[in-house]
C-alpha cells in the first residue's frame, strides 16, 4: 500500500513527464498546485494522466472522482487515491 507522500511523489513526476516542473518552491506548494487550472494537462494528456494513475494503483477513478475539486490539486488527488486504496 502506498502513503499520501509517496503518492504525490508519483503524482508529480508523472505531470512533470507530461509538461515540465511542477511549480512550488517546496513540497507544500507543490501540493497544492491545481494542475488542471495551471494547464499542466490538457484533455488529451488528461486521459493518459488517469490511465497511469490507475494503472499504477489498480484503481478505477469514476466520473464522479474526475469532476470532484479534489481531483483538482495534487494533494487532493493524492488522498482521493490513499482513500480509494485504504
Do not use: C, N
Not at 491545481?34 to 478505477?60: K, N
Amino acid at each position: 500500500m502506498s502513503d499520501k507522500a509517496s503518492i504525490v511523489q508519483f503524482l508529480i513526476a508523472a505531470l512533470e513527464k507530461k509538461r515540465g516542473p511542477v511549480p512550488g518552491a517546496d513540497a507544500v506548494e507543490q501540493e497544492r498546485y491545481r494542475y488542471l487550472d495551471g494547464g499542466h494537462v490538457d484533455s488529451f494528456a488528461l486521459l493518459h494522466f488517469i490511465m497511469e494513475i490507475e494503472a499504477e494503483y489498480g484503481i478505477t477513478l469514476t466520473a464522479e472522482d474526475t469532476q470532484s475539486d479534489e481531483f483538482r490539486w495534487i494533494g487532493g488527488l493524492a488522498g482521493l487515491i490513499a482513500g480509494k486504496l485504504g
